[in-house]
Every structure is written in C-alpha cells, then in structure tokens.
C-alpha cells in the first residue's frame, strides 16, 4: 500500500496539508478495531480546526458512537497521506477526530521538477467537464513529468473543481504535439509577496510524459 513516506510534523506544513484536503472534502481510507477486530470503512473530511488540538471534523454515519477515544488511522489514496487520530465526539452525522500532529506522505517525486519562482512561464491549459470546455491560460509554478502547479487569480476560482479534468497545451510559445491530460488534485488559497490573493491547483497527469522534460531542456537553452 505504501512506498517510501516522508513524515511531517511542522505545525505550518500540516494546516497546508489538512486545510487543502478539507477544501476538496477528501475521501480517506479508514480503519480501526472493535473488539480486537479490525473494522474499515471510509470518511469525507469536510473541515479542520485548529485551536489547541487539531481537530478534523468527518462525515460519518458508520461509525459506532460508542467508539470514543479508540484509535483510528486514516489514508488518502489520491494524496498519498496517511495519519493518526482518537475518536473525540459525534454531532449529528459528523465524527470529531483529534488529529495527532504527526503526518506521512509518499515520497513517489523521483523526477525532476522546474519551478518558477523569478520568472512567469505561461501555460495554455482547457478544462473541461460535463456542461463546458475552455481554453485558459495561467502562471505556471512549477511542472515535471507527472504533474503540474499553477496560479490563477481568486476571483477565477469558481471555473475550477477538484477531479476536474485539465490538459496542457502549450508551454510558452511551445506546442506540444499532443496534449497532456490530468487531473486537478488539490487547490490552495495563498497569497503572493504583493498581497494579491491567489489559489495553486496541483494537477497529476494522467500518465508520464517524458516530453516535458525535453520542453524544459529547450526552454534552458533558449
């Protein structure tokens, strides 16, 4: 199930994590024992709180409300996040569970990745769904062979939905010779080193593309 994880514990790193997966509402892979038995099942993580505890608030009818303080762990296929957490209170269909500040990530980026922290790269992207399709294009942050970052202004945010399909067109005045598909995997509320208020969407690819790499070879050498 897991490869290589790469823990995290830093307060900050984690509120960008849980916060990003809350804002999909997140499915995670759940399980725990009842009566040396263990029990799996699934949750949405719909919001988190962050006072002196981290609490994440899931939806959930499934579980039993006599499962107070019983240990659970929690895993997000798509993200490849696994956790630990205690069962702290129900309310209505929502679970509370206290979040131990301790998360892994799969370490699964062995390809290089470009940023572009000094300089704008224009992407041109289409997203599409069921009702519409439209060509767009945006700041790009960083690119590899298997994924994307890109910026978009706040206010563009309502065009874009988590699991919306996107395709990378072109990269600068490069055309790729076919388009590259994904999926949008995360979105993030920021703001820049101006103050203007942004929002990174991760996108996985669909499969790899050696190809950007070579369009980031050429970009190097221009």
């Known amino acids: 199930m897991f490869n290589k994880l790469r823990e995290i514990t ?3 790193n984690i ?13 995670f892979f759940i399980w725990y024992k009842v009566n040396d038995e263990r029990v799996k099942s699934s949750l949405n993580l719909v919001d988190v709180n962050f006072d002196s505890k981290i609490i994440g608030l899931f939806e959930s009818k499934i579980i039993p409300r006599d499962q107070l303080n019983v240990e659970i762990f929690l895993y997000h ?15 209505e269909d929502l679970v509370h569970i206290e979040i131990i500040p301790k998360i892994f990530i799969e370490e699964k980026r062995e390809r290089k990745r470009f940023y572009f922290k000094k300089i ?3 992407v041109k992207i289409e997203i599409k769904t069921s009702e519409f399709s439209s060509k767009e294009f945006v700041n790009l942050d960083n690119i590899s062979e298997t994924g994307m970052c890109f ?14 399909e ?8 490069i055309k790729l010779p076919n388009k590259i598909l994904g999926t949008i995997v995360h979105m993030t509320d920021v703001k820049n080193q101006k103050g203007d208020e942004l929002v990174k969407i991760g996108v996985k690819f669909n499969q790899t593309n050696p190809i950007i790499s070579e369009v980031m070879l050429i970009m190097e050498n221009s």
């Open 77 to 91: 296929e798509e993200f490849k996040i696994l956790f630990k957490g205690i069962i702290n209170s129900f309310e």
């Open 15 to 27: 509120r960008n994590t849980l916060s990003g997966c809350a804002k999909a509402k997140a499915i």
């Open 166 to 173: 996107i395709s990378l067109l072109k990269i600068e005045a």
């Open 10 to 12: 830093d307060i900050k």
């Open 151 to 164: 910026d978009i202004p706040l206010e563009d945010k309502i065009k874009y939905k988590h699991s919306m």
């Open 120 to 122: 704008d790269v224009i």
